[in-house]
């Protein structure tokens, strides 16, 4: 419920959620309003995420009528129709509805917002509640800019994403990488352990905030250190170019302990609901990943 948040925490959902909207938008959704619901779809990625239905922003409901013709319109496009909304903004009995209605809850996703707890350290304690300020010697990092830094950056990306070795990366993969770093819209970050470079992140920026919105880890290599550094540097990186908001959606329990250690605290939950006996079978991995290159 929003009674929940505090007048800050509403003020750093409203910016949250504005830079979402404005993140859709770039990568070419289209939005379209059917009364109390909005419908979204992407002619070309079938993200879940880029194509679902919303509450129109405002309301506190929706109509069964309106979401039965999201998601009529969804399925007509070769989407499966899913139902995506933050619980901070409707109350309980929401939930409750779009049960009755017949969605199963698919996914939860904790949206987290980077908020460290100020204070020194007791003699021989780890810190907890912000990133640390340096790491494993053998660990170091990167954020490259360069046609040839963001090459070798996609190739690790897509190693830990999709558990595949790019042997040739082309150069239309790698140009809007540059010019998404050039114009300051994205910051890529590498985590090397003993100069081989094996993980990486993406961090979307959109005016005062950035979103971390991808991390990605090679196979073998998870927990070691490597994800702390990237989110470490991500963070610190973005601040220092002067975002005031810098959030996560997290998509596992393991990644939102890790967030919550270094100083991430929970802001609202991000639901998708679907009709699960109907298109479990038929739903398409996601692929959100895709939208790096």
């Not at 890529?188 to 990486?200: D, R």
Request: charged letters at 25%.
């Amino acid at each position: 419920m929003t009674s929940l948040l505090d007048r800050e925490e509403r003020q750093t959902l409203r910016r949250v959620q504005a830079h979402l909207r404005e993140k859709i938008f770039a990568a070419g959704a289209v939005v379209e309003q059917l009364g109390t619901v909005d419908t979204h779809f992407h002619p070309t990625n079938p993200d879940p995420h880029l194509n679902c239905a919303t509450p129109h922003r405002g309301v506190a409901w929706v109509r069964r009528d309106d979401l039965s013709n999201a998601f009529t319109g969804l399925e007509r496009l070769g989407r499966v129709p899913r139902l995506v909304f933050q619980d901070a903004l409707f109350p309980q009995a929401f939930q409750q509805q779009i049960e009755l209605m017949g969605l199963t809850l698919e996914e939860t996703r904790v949206m987290m917002v980077y908020r460290p707890i100020c204070g020194p350290d007791l003699p021989g304690e780890t810190p907890r509640g912000r990133i640390p300020q340096e790491f494993d010697k053998t660990i170091t990092v990167s954020v490259p800019t360069d046609a040839n830094g963001l090459a070798r950056w996609l190739r690790v990306f897509r190693a830990g994403y999709f558990n595949t070795e790019l042997l040739v990366v082309e150069a239309s993969a790698v140009e809007p990488l540059v010019a998404a770093a050039d114009n300051g819209e994205a910051i890529f970050v590498m985590a090397h352990y003993q100069q081989t470079p094996l993980a990486a992140a993406r961090v979307d920026v959109r005016g005062s905030s950035a979103e971390i919105e991808a991390v990605a880890t090679a196979p073998l290599w998870h927990g070691m250190g490597l994800e702390v550094a990237l989110l470490a540097t991500a963070v610190r990186t973005a601040l220092e170019r002067g975002c005031e908001i810098v959030f996560t959606i997290t998509p596992s329990d393991d990644f939102t302990r890790m967030c919550r250690d270094l100083g991430f605290v929970d802001l609202t939950r991000v639901l998708t609901f679907w009709l699960a006996e109907e298109y479990a079978t038929l739903a398409p991995q996601d692929t959100s990943g895709e939208g790096e290159t």
